[in-house]
């Protein structure tokens, strides 16, 4: 089962294309340029559509979704942690 994807293999989130991620599963992860799958342990629970970190980055990091530099991380985020408004910021403002 495929529980999130990513555009490229340089991201560093992914989207979670499944309801019910908790804190503990093992998600599997579908890389779409190389067609290969990765694995991640969740360390929160995730909603679907939202992000799952796939490195761990520190404040004033750049966050890659995509390809593209989507923000920055305004608190650390852990390999498999939930990424969203709450640690991601824009650096338009």
């Not at 555009?7 to 309801?19: I, L, N, Q, R």
């Given at each position: ?7 490229d293999a340089s991201d560093t989130v992914a989207v979670v294309v499944v309801e019910g991620v908790k804190s503990g599963d093992s998600l599997n ?65």
């Amino acid at each position: 089962m495929i529980h999130f994807v990513l555009h490229d293999a340089s991201d560093t989130v992914a989207v979670v294309v499944v309801e019910g991620v908790k804190s503990g599963d093992s998600l599997n992860g579908w890389i779409m340029d190389e067609d290969r799958m990765v694995e991640v342990r969740a360390q929160s629970d995730i909603p679907i559509g939202h992000k799952v970190a796939l490195k761990d980055m520190a404040v004033g990091d750049t966050v890659v979704k995509y390809g593209i530099d989507m923000g920055k991380v305004v608190q650390p985020i852990a390999v498999g942690q939930h990424a969203h408004v709450h640690n991601i910021k824009t650096k338009r403002w």
